[in-house]
Each structure stands twice: as structure tokens, then as C-alpha cells.
């Protein structure tokens, strides 16, 4: 196991290597200024924009930028925003908490909705309770997460006037006031991350239950004499839930990205909404470093769920 | 780029379908009533005697659709930087709407009459107010200024302000509260540094070690750009880049009444279209914006809203096409564009005419624009130069295909099978170039049909704003190049004296190969008496002569069809019914006069 580890890692080198360039060209062959903004204003006109264009070693070729960038980020720096003029870093930093506790709230969130829906759907299949499920499961994950925020910034926040649709991010919670407030603009994004997520999650739950439900080892188990809570519950859901694990996992590096629909909409300050912002402004040190550290975060979860493959399934075995 | 485009264009149609199906559910408000723009703050008469005071208010709530990213203006990529480091930095003196200066920090505008501008233009002196202190205590003096001189011109500080300063020759300081600033030749635009949106002044003492590359990259000068210490009547207390920026109120702020409010948050993100319902309907924030949003929405919120009202305020703005002069068929090669290729019928005054003929500008300005804009036959709508809808527009360039197609024929341009006209072998056909953006792509179209009905073919293209109108030079897609026969955008001059903004269409000044693409005129029009115009304005100092010859500037790029001006465009802010004291000025800041903002309940 251990080996297989190493050996993993080491092959992620050359994988994390060859995403990175393949980025830094895109975007440099891309077309693109960060102070494009200024085009239609006179009293900043193309000899300045292209002054500081120079300054900032845009104008160099893409393959000498490439190695500036890769030769300061093995010495650790991660360059600085043109926007912001702070080092990448710090604006990641800023914007994690914001995306981990919504995008990580509503994951969570559906994880746990998931798993107890898709059981009973398909220890019941095409029950009434079924096919509500399914109903709403398929709503879920057909409505794109643009359309559902908005229908519901139109109900609940213009019609009924119950939740605000501006994430106010200044809030500090401190008191059980602005802890409800916090709540309150909390609901609307995590409801419609979760109702697409768990949309997923709770058709694999239940594909892969009604795989496994027929088995021989169920009927074993049953004939034992065992009781159908144990049945379902230590055999069932145990092996049905090999494949949703690995799903699950590979999904983790998504929240890091965030949601840059979800954030746009509801104008959290997460990560998605840096990275889309970013990238129309051509602000490249702040993309290659979300894309970038995504890239690493999703070999990470890769070999994880490899990983985790082996211990959930004794029949899997790495050498 | 392309996927925001898209996402933009699906968000759209989400909202669309979103108020069909919840309108619908519900019981649908009934035809939208016309909407009638607010002027800006008419206090009614019991609210006369209401006088605010320091700290009198809470919070003041601000959003922009574009978040701000970095406080120090010299620094900025946007104006949304310009304006949200308003409230803390501030210029020597500011422009209100009617073009005049406003001192701020000095004690008076010199003047020719007062002695401060030298009779022979060389020189210009400021006379700094004597108790002026910054956020943090310290006086405020004459070294600040030239400090701000000598922090912007180095070009590895990548300051966006240096134009400003072009043509200074030297600032001396001969004590701490004058400023004179010397010019390299006598200079009539004397009040161009230090003043309005682009000369604000920083502090020595803040940013004395962040001259240069350390600008951006010593960790000392980064936090400094993010937390600038001010004149201004507000200072930051949190700041996230590209999110939210909360201030709260100066103390040493020089007038004792001022400002109202004890913090401000100015927000940014999302889109235009939510930000309009936010002052105008749901009351989330007090300020909105650039309400860049389709007529028919932007009227029927503000008609429903309740909650706010439209605040439109003139700018030199117009949306105008530009012909290209030269030749851009790819097949050309390296002489695609450039001088010596001549457009194979764009250079014919005849079809350059009928093409404007075609145009229903009224159309436009009302169908697509509604409040945000208005049809203009010239670039100089706005006053001092021309009043009212009947001086800018009127019967001026009234739309006549019947004429336009009479021109035609009469310079022998004679339709074909396919109904396209052509002379000699050449085809009206014209590739026809704007940025994306719904509004641009529904003129597109408009403009299309009527052209297709005189017999030019017209091929529609648009690229992302990031790259329409980008500069760099391996960019084919950008105004610079325009590799297209007509393109279509908005500018206008950032000042009252409009010269050097016309004077940029210069026939020296073609974009070319040689200048990598980058000179302003990218018509590459040749016109000698323009040339000669511009050069006797770059002269004068008689600022009567310099309003005629704005106007003969304007006249001959409408009467040559170099550029076909189709609507003026006035910004579009949004404030909640409650606040008062604003009073916007296109040529400053739309942030400019915040310590003077208050709210009535």
C-alpha cells in the first residue's frame, strides 16, 4: 500500500506539471488585459495601459512568463494580484472561509439528506415516497443552480421580502442577532447548492442499493434469521456505499473552486466568484493559483478515494 | 471569457423565465406605467429645515455591480477603483456637473484673473488650505503633492494617472502650503493634474517607500493600497478585495458638520440588472450603480419599485460607429489595414452617407435604451455645447431610406440578384463589429435590417469586452486593429474641454503596424482640414476660439461620416427615496460629493 502511495505521488509530478503549462498557455494565448476596463476612458489612454502592461512582464513570450511563474513558485511565491496588488495567497485565504462554510454546509447538507432518501427509495421502489424522491431528485439536478437562485431570490427576497440577496460578508457573528442574520443569508445559496447536489447524490444511493439488494449475500443474511434493520443497514447500505464514497470524494476539491454561478448570483465573496471574476479581468497569477491548487486537490482526491477503495473493499487490493 | 458571455446570457433567460413562471403564478402587475427619471435630491419643503450633521445617520449602503479591488486610485484597473477610494482620497479640486472646479483642498482655484495661472500659461500655483489633515493626525502639505508627482511618473510604479501629468516640466514648493507646477510648454488645459477623479493626492509619510517595483511587491506598500490614509470624510476599517469595503467617518475631516453618515459599506458583485432591483425595489442599499439595464426592466422597476429612484446625470458618452478607412481583407497579409490600402467603398462619401441615412437613431435610443439614452446627431450633445433633445438631434439626421437609397443609385452602386449593390465588381458587404452585450447585439440587428433594406449586405460579429477592447498586440479582435469594416462602442472626453479627446482622430495618429495598432485613431481617417484645426486648438489659449473649434471638429466628423454618433448616453445611477445631498457630476467621481450625502426618514 504504501508503495503504491509513492509510487502515486511521484507520477502526480509530471501530471501537475503538464496541467500547469497547459493553463499558463491557454491563458496566454488567450486575449486579454487587465486594464481593459479603462479602454472607453480618455484620460487613461493605450501609451499608460501599455507602460504598466510592460512593467508587469506582460509583454514578454508566454514560455519565458511560464518559467518566471514556475521558477517563483518553487521558491514558494505565488506572484501577486494586478487587481489587487496583494499576493495571491491572502485573497485565497480571505475567500476560503466564506466557500467552506457555505459550499462545505451545503455538501454536508446533501450528503446527509442523500443517503437516508436513497436508502428508503430503494428499499421501496416506486412508492409513493419513491417517486417524490425522484421527482424532486430529478428537478435537482436538471434545474441549473442560476435558474433555481433566482427563482427563489424573486420569492423570498423580492415577493415576500423575507431574505436579503446580498451576502453581506462584513458581518461578524457575535450574539444571537447577528447569528440569525447570518442564517438568513446563509439559506437561499446552500438550498440551491444542496438541492442540486443531493439531486445526484440520492440517484447513486439508490442505483447502487437496488444493485446490491438482490445479491446472494442479502438473501444469506436474511435466511440467518437476522432482522431487516441489520440487514440493510450493516450489509446493505455498507456495500452500496463503495461506489457513492468515491464519488463523494472525488467531489471534496469542488467546494475548494466554489460555486461560481451560486456566488455570483447571491455575491458571496468565495473563491468561484475570484476565479470568474479573474478570469475576465486576465488577472493570470490568480488563476493559475485556483486552477492550479484545484489541480492538486483533485490528484489528492483521486488517490484518496483510491485509497479508500481498498479499505472499504477487502476484495481490492493495490501492489 | 466566452462561458461568462454565456452565463450572462443564461442568467438573463433564467430571470426571464423565473418572473414568467412566478408572475404568472401569482397574478401579474399589469402594463408597466412610463417612468418618469427622478431628478436628483429636490428635498420637498418639510424636509428644508432638516440639517444634518457629523455622524447623524448610520449607515450608508452602496453597491456596485463591479467590486472594488485596490483603494489606492494610482493603482486602479476599474472605476469602481476610482470610486470607492473616493471617499478617502481626494484631488485638489474637484469638477461638479456643470464643469466647474471645486476647491477642496486649497484655498481658492487660481485663475488668470487672481494671479495663480502665469499670463504666459507656463506655470500654474496652488494655494493649499492651511487645515487640512490627514485621517491619522498629521498636516497636510505641499510635499504630499509633489510626492503623489514623483510617486506616479516612475514608470515601474505602473501608475494609470500619468497622462495627467505629461508636459510638467518641474513642481516646486516655496513653502509648505504652494504648489507650483511648471510646464515644459505653456499649457492651456492647466487644471489637468491634481484635480477631479485622476489627481488624487496620497500621503509621503504613507507610501515614501513605495516608489517603483516596490509599489506592488513590498509587503509594507501592499497593505497601503488596500488601507490608504486620506483627506477624505471617510477612512477604511475592513477592506476585501474584489467584495466589500466598510468605512467609517474621518475625524479629522475638515468640515466639523460632515459627513452624516457613521459607516459606509460599499459593496460590490453580481450584475446590473439585481442591483437595479435592490435600490429600486427591495431597498438593500441606498446607492446603486451604472444601471446598465434594458429599457423596458430598467422603466417598469423604477415605475414599480417604490423604493428608489433613477438618477441620470449627463457625461460626454456617446455611442457612436467608426468607419474604417483601410482596407482589413485578411488576404492582404501584413498590408491588411495599413495606409496604403484604401476601404474598397467606405472611402466613397456617397455610401459612408447613405449608411448613416439608414439609421433610425430615435428607434434605438427609445426601444433599446429608454431613460439610459438619448439620439443624438453629434458628439458634443451636452452643455456647454448643445441643450435639449431639439439642439443635439431634432430634424438633424432624421432616418430616409428612400434617400439613402437615391444616393446610391446615383453613385452608381446598382443592386445585383441578390439584392446587394455593386460597382465595378466590388460588393456592399460590410463585417460589422461591436463588444457582447445584449444591448449592442439588439442595435446590431436593428441597424442590420435597415442596411440590408439599402442593399449593404451586413455580416454581424461580437467579442467580449475583455478582448474588444484590449491592447495588446497579439490581439486581432481589438478596437485598435478593427479588422472589420464598421465597429460600434461608447466614449466621450473625460473633461468639459472636449480638444484633446477629438483631437485623437488626428490623420498622424492612424493606427498602424508600425505602432503596433496602438494610436487612438483607428479609422484611420485622413482629413487635412481636422489636422489643421486640432492643430491651431493645441495652441490657443482663448477659450472662445476653443469652443468653436470643438464645434468644427464635431460638425466635420458628422459631415465626413467618419463617425456615425447614434445616442448620448447620461449614467444611470439608482438612490433610495430616502437619501439626499447627492449631486452627480460627469466629470468627476460619482463619489465626489459623498460628505455632503444624508438621509431622511
Known sequence: MGLFILRRLIISVPTLLGISLVIYMVLALAPGDPLAQFAADPSV????????????????????????????????????????????????????????????????????????????????????????????????????????????????????????????????????????????????????????????????????????????????????????????????????????????ALGVPTIFTGAIVTEQIFRINGIGELLIRSIQNSDTPVIMAITFIFAVLVVIANLLADVIYGLLDPRIRYS | MHRNAMRRTFARLGWLLAAVLVLAACGAPTAPAPAAPAQPAAPAEAEAEFVPTRGGGDLLRILYWQAPTILNTHLAVGTKDFDASRLILEPLAAIDADGNLVPLLVEEIPTLENGGVAEDLSSITWKLRRDIKWSDGTDFTAADVVFTYEYCINPATTCVNTATFQGIASIETPDDYTVKIIWENPNANYYKAFTSTNGRILQKAQFADCIGEAASTAEACQAANLAPIGTGPYKVVEFKPGDVVLYEINEFYRDPDKPFFKQVQFKGGGDAPSAARAVLQTGDT????????????????????????????????????????????????????????????????????????????????????????????????????????????????????????????????????????????????????????????????????????????????????????????????????????????????????????????????????????????????????????????????????????????????????????????????????????????????????????????
Open chain 2, 286 to 601: 441606498d446607492w446603486a450603480w451604472n444601471l446598465q439595464v434594458e429599457a423596458s426592466v430598467l422603466t417598469q422597476l423604477a415605475a414599480q419599485g417604490g423604493a428608489g429612484q433613477l438618477v441620470i446625470y449627463n457625461v460626454a458618452n456617446v455611442e457612436r460607429l467608426l468607419i474604417n478607412f483601410t482596407n482589413p481583407d485578411p488576404a492582404l497579409g501584413d498590408e491588411r489595414a495599413q495606409l496604403s490600402q484604401p476601404h474598397p467603398f467606405l472611402t466613397d462619401h456617397a455610401v459612408r452617407k447613405a449608411l448613416a441615412l439608414a439609421i433610425d437613431r430615435a428607434a434605438i435610443a427609445e426601444q433599446l435604451y429608454g431613460p439610459a439614452g438619448s439620439p443624438t446627431c453629434y458628439l458634443l450633445w451636452y452643455p456647454p455645447f448643445r441643450s435639449g433633445i431639439d439642439e443635439y438631434f431634432g430634424d438633424d439626421c432624421p432616418q430616409d431610406i428612400a434617400e439613402a437609397n437615391r444616393i446610391l443609385d446615383e453613385a452608381g452602386w446598382v443592386r445585383g440578384a441578390d439584392g446587394v449593390r455593386a460597382k465595378d465588381g466590388v460588393r456592399l458587404s460590410v463585417l460589422f463589429q461591436t463588444s457582447t452585450n445584449t444591448l449592442r447585439q439588439k442595435t446590431q440587428e436593428l441597424i442590420k435590417q435597415w442596411w440590408e433594406e439599402i442593399g449593404v449586405e451586413t455580416e454581424l460579429k461580437n467579442v467580449d469586452a475583455g478582448v474588444f477592447f484590449g491592447s495588446d498586440a497579439g490581439n486581432p479582435d481589438n478596437i485598435g486593429h478593427f479588422f472589420a469594416d464598421i465597429q460600434m462602442y461608447t466614449t466621450g472626453a473625460a473633461e468639459l474641454n472636449p480638444i484633446s479627446h477629438l483631437c485623437q482622430y488626428t490623420s498622424d495618429q492612424a493606427s498602424q503596424r508600425e505602432n503596433e495598432w496602438r494610436s487612438p485613431n483607428n479609422m484611420r481617417w485622413q482629413n487635412p482640414e481636422f489636422d489643421a484645426l486640432c492643430e491651431e486648438a493645441l495652441q490657443t489659449t482663448d477659450t472662445n476660439r476653443i469652443f468653436e473649434i470643438a464645434m468644427a471638429l464635431d460638425g466635420l466628423i458628422v459631415s465626413d461620416y467618419a463617425m456615425i454618433p447614434l445616442v448620448g448616453r447620461p449614467r444611470v445611477a439608482g438612490a433610495s427615496l430616502q437619501l439626499r445631498g447627492y449631486s452627480p457630476s460627469g466629470w468627476d467621481s460619482e463619489m465626489w460629493d459623498v460628505a455632503n450625502w444624508y438621509k431622511v426618514d
Open chain 1, 45 to 248: 489612454p493605450v501609451e499608460v495601459r501599455e507602460n504598466i502592461r510592460q512593467a508587469l512582464g506582460l509583454n514578454d513570450p508566454w514560455y519565458i512568463r511560464y518559467f518566471k511563474w514556475l521558477s517563483a513558485l518553487l521558491r514558494g511565491d505565488w506572484g501577486f494580484s494586478f487587481a489587487s496588488r496583494v499576493p495571491v495567497l491572502d485573497l485565497i485565504g480571505q475567500r476560503l472561509p466564506q466557500t467552506l462554510q457555505v459550499l462545505g454546509l451545503a455538501y454536508l447538507l446533501s450528503i446527509c439528506l442523500a443517503i437516508p432518501i436513497g436508502v428508503l427509495s430503494a428499499l421501496r421502489p416506486y412508492s409513493l415516497f419513491d417517486n417524490i424522491a425522484t421527482t424532486f431528485a430529478f428537478i435537482g439536478f436538471s434545474l441549473p443552480t442560476f435558474f433555481t437562485g433566482l427563482v427563489l431570490i424573486l420569492i423570498f427576497s423580492v415577493n415576500l421580502r423575507w431574505l436579503p440577496f446580498i451576502y453581506d460578508s462584513t458581518l461578524t457573528v457575535n450574539s444571537w442577532e447577528t447569528f440569525i442574520r447570518q442564517i438568513r443569508q446563509m439559506i437561499m445559496p446552500i438550498t440551491v447548492l444542496a438541492l442540486f447536489q443531493t439531486g445526484t447524490l440520492t440517484r447513486f444511493v439508490r442505483a447502487s442499493m437496488l444493485d446490491n439488494l438482490p445479491a446472494d449475500y442479502v438473501r444469506t443474511a436474511r435466511s440467518k434469521g437476522l432482522n431487516e434493520r441489520a440487514v440493510v443497514l450493516r450489509h446493505v447500505l455498507r456495500n452500496s456505499l463503495i461506489p457513492v464514497v468515491t464519488l463523494i
